[in-house]
Each structure stands twice: as C-alpha cells, then as structure tokens.
C-alpha cells in the first residue's frame, strides 16, 4: 500500500495525531517500568526463605514482673513443648525471619578494629535450632552440646567470647572464595575469634528482599536466649499448628502463671504479613497498566472513529475506483501502526529516563532491555485491536452511500 496517502492525510491532521502518539509513549514509558515493578516484587514474594515455613509456629512469651529465673523458666519451657503432641523439634531464637526485629554485626577475618568488614544478621539459638529451621549443612557439623552458653552469663562476660559459629553459604564464599571455610576463625566480639564448625546452604535473613540485606549473610551461635529476649519456635505437622500453638501457650502459663503467651503466629501468616506491601504494589502496578492500556485502547478508537467519519467521501472515492475492503482495512491498521510505532519509539527514551530517576530516588535496579520488545509488541498489539472495529465500519461502507454523505 502506499504511504503517501496516509501521511498526506497526517499531516493534515496534525494535532490529532501528535496527541495519540504522545498517549501512546507516555503508556508505553509508564507500562514497562510498571511491568518492572511487578517483575521485581513477584520476585521479592516468591523468594524461598529455604524454612519449612508451613510447619513452623512462633510464641513469644511475656512475664508481668513477678515471673522467677528466666534461663530456668525458659528450660523447663523447652522441656514441655518438646513434649507435647504433634511436636517435631522446638528451639528458642533471639530472632526469626519475616519477625519484627533484626539483630546484626560486622564480621572481620583478622582482629585489627580497622579492618574490612561485612554486616551480616546474628542469629543465637539454643539447641535444636538447625532441625527446627529445616537447615542443611554443606559443610561441617551442628555444634555439640558442651559448645552452648547462656545467653544470660555471656551478657555479663568482661570480654565476650564465642568459640564456634554456623554461617551460610552466602558469606562462607563472600569471605573464604574459592575455599572452604571449616577451621577458618571470624571475628565478631572484638578480638575474640570465632571457629566455623559448619556451613548451612541456606540461613534467610530476619528482613529478607530488602535492599540493604540483598546479601544475605547471616550466621549463627551457640548462645542460649531465654524467653524474655527470645522466641520459640515449634516446628509440626501444617495440619496441627492451631492445635499445637493453642496447647504450647496453655503449657508455658501453666509453668509461671505471672506470664503470658503472646505473639503466637503461624510463620506463614507472618510471611503474608510481611510481604502485603510488596503484594499490594504489585496489584497497584497492574492497576496502573491495565487503566493506562484502556484509556490508550478508547483513544485510538475515538480518534480512528473520528477519521473514519471525517473521511467518508473518501472512502467511498477509493471504493468506486475498486479499493476493496480488505484494503481500505490495512490502510486503517498501517496508519495506526505508523502512530504506534512513532509513539513507541519515543515511550522507550522515556521508559530509559524514567527508569533512571527510579534507579536513582529510590534505589530500584535498571531496567531490562527485554522489557522494551514486550512492551512494544503489546502496544503494536492493543493498537491494532483498538482500530479494528472503527475500520472494519470503514470498509464496510458501500461505495454509492459514502459517495452522498
């Protein structure tokens, strides 16, 4: 078909189509940085904490002041919840991913005060902490029971000292590269050196898919928290956990009646918890796409309407001389995908702009290239549709009647 007609045509529509090819770029701009959102937090949400997250429950117990020795209390707590029904393992951790507090420290491979270091999250448990977690060692072993502390006792120490630690993958290959990392001392209480005794594929932070905690290091001591500064943590069949979770607050009560089980959760409730924002982003942004392609999608039916009825005579000019309807159809959809392509060129430098004032404002990674074609193909797609139905009326005009409007 030729193009002289149509842009002759544009030309002398000038205003019309430059705001059609301004609504296609600004769409285009806007919709593959919104599909960028949504790609980053479905990544955020589907992140695998590497927990058997539907048979673990937390409770948090809290004492009203008259409750006696906590490290004591805390023991005989231990004893009975691992004693109750349906229980598989229980342990009691200083924290616990998707909770409500982080616990972090620089790490160091050498004891000087000025010497590089990482932040990783600080994870103390007592024993039973790795079965509970679900947690796997690559390397090493699980500490031995001797190798535990009280936390209580390790808070009065003039000079802290824990002599092994578990750490994860992620920092065993961030400090130790290209080896292994059993023996190797860290340091973490000032000159104290700890021992790597095992390495674990996978130990989550507390506030996982945060940019400041995208490295993932975390580590873990043998240290005994008690029930003030801590939190059990049962691990059970999915089908019992409201079952067990009720008969684990009632035990804990009936070992000191001045405390009270609160906070008891189901990891997976904390888990949707924790991640309802980035959930309610992602709809939002779908929002956003669909109103922006809807809103595009009438204006390229309006304004193809209009044209269609501004060129009448026309079209039924080219129908006498033998246009057929076939033709009168593509000339309809070639015009639109000249706008399309012309607003799409220009909505791709604006995605690039607008991803730059992303990465920069708000720390979001830069956008894919292959985010472009698909955003692409999907305008050149809702134009061709959106200008379907005012061409298919065009082409089928019959000639004599379009010929006397």
């Not at 024993?127 to 031995?144: M, P």
């Not at 945060?210 to 873990?220: F, I, S, T």
């Not at 430098?349 to 290239?369: D, I, K, N, Q």
Request: hydrophobic letters at 45%; one cysteine or more; charged letters at 20%.
């Amino acid at each position: 078909m030729d193009l002289m007609p149509i842009l002759s045509t544009l030309r002398r529509h000038k205003t019309a189509a430059s705001l059609i090819v301004i609504e296609i770029a600004l769409t285009s701009a806007i919709v593959c940085n919104a599909l960028h959102l949504i790609s980053n937090r479905l990544e955020v949400l589907n992140q695998d904490s590497g927990l058997p997250e539907a048979e673990l429950v937390m409770l948090r117990v809290r004492g009203t002041g008259g409750a006696g020795d906590a490290d004591e209390l805390s023991t005989q707590d231990m004893q009975s919840l691992r004693s109750l029904p349906g229980v598989k393992s229980a342990a009691l951790l200083n924290q616990i991913v998707y909770g409500d507090n982080s616990n972090n420290s620089g790490v160091a491979k050498t004891p000087d005060k000025n010497a590089s270091r990482i932040v990783a999250a600080q994870y103390v448990g007592g024993e039973g902490a790795l079965a509970t977690l679900g947690l796997k060692l690559t390397e090493g072993r699980d500490f031995k029971p001797e190798e535990y502390q009280s936390g209580t006792e390790f808070d009065k120490l003039a000079v802290p000292s824990v002599g092994q630690v578990i750490i994860n993958r992620a920092m065993a290959e961030k400090l130790f590269p290209g080896q292994s990392a059993l023996g190797q001392a860290i340091y973490v209480f000032d000159e104290s050196p700890s021992t790597v005794v095992g390495v674990v594929e996978r130990l989550t932070h507390p506030y996982p898919g945060k940019a400041e905690n995208n490295d993932g290091y975390a580590m873990l001591f043998p240290l005994r928290p008690n029930f003030r500064s801590g939190f059990y943590l049962l691990r059970t069949e999915p089908a019992q956990r409201d079952a067990v979770l009720k008969a684990a607050s009632a035990a804990v009560e009936r070992i000191d009646a001045t405390r009270i089980a609160t906070g008891g959760k189901r990891l997976t409730d904390m888990r949707a918890a924790y991640y309802a924002q980035d959930r309610s982003m992602a709809w939002l942004m779908g929002g956003v796409i669909v109103a922006l392609m809807v809103v595009t999608a009438f204006g390229i039916v309006g304004l193809a309407s209009f044209w269609v009825q501004q060129r009448t005579r026309m079209i039924g000019t080219r129908r006498a001389l033998g246009a057929t309807r076939g033709q009168i159809l593509r000339y309809f959809q070639l015009e639109n995908f000249l706008l399309s392509t012309v607003g799409i060129v220009l909505g791709m430098v604006g995605a690039f702009g607008l991803s730059l004032v992303l990465m920069t404002s708000y720390e979001l990674p830069r956008l894919p290239l292959y985010f472009l074609p698909a955003g692409a193909l999907a305008l050149w797609a809702l134009g061709q549709l959106a200008v379907l139905a005012p061409a298919r009326r065009a082409a089928a005009l019959p000639p004599v009647a379009a010929l006397r409007s």
